[in-house]
């Protein structure tokens, strides 16, 4: 079984930075493709960034494009959410997600584990 605890969200004000941690344990980390998503109250979980196996691959919500990063430390076991100029829309609970497969996508379906998530609250 595969474990994943997220750190580091609270609270920001707009147009400021956060990054958010999910480390990882129970499977060797390099086998993990990654992700990030976000909830919302009311709303499925929204797709907002993933990484493959090995770092080299990433891919981005339209949302997130330009404002947002993701990357890994396997040797740490632990993939990273960088997120700039954040705005009130940012708002929710964001979740970080993994899957058996070489490389995410932007299908919640397509994740097997997940951790219980990390609430970031953006303030105007």
């Known amino acids: 079984q595969v474990q994943l605890v997220e750190s580091g969200g609270g609270l920001v004000q707009a147009g400021g930075s956060l990054r958010l941690s999910c480390e990882a344990s129970g499977r060797p980390f390099s086998t993990l493709a990654m992700g990030w998503f976000r909830r919302t109250p009311g709303k499925e979980r929204e797709f907002v960034a993933a990484v493959s196996w090995s770092g080299g691959t990433t891919l981005f919500a339209d949302r997130a494009k330009g404002r947002f990063s993701i990357s890994r430390d396997n040797a740490k076991n632990t993939v990273y959410l960088q997120m700039n100029s954040l705005k009130p829309e940012d708002t929710g609970v964001y979740l970080c997600?993994?899957?058996?497969?070489?490389?995410?996508?932007?299908?919640?379906?397509?994740?097997?584990?997940w951790g219980q998530g990390t609430q970031v609250t953006v303030s105007s």
């Open positions: 997600t993994a899957t058996n497969r070489p490389m995410g996508d932007v299908n919640p379906e397509s994740y097997e584990f």
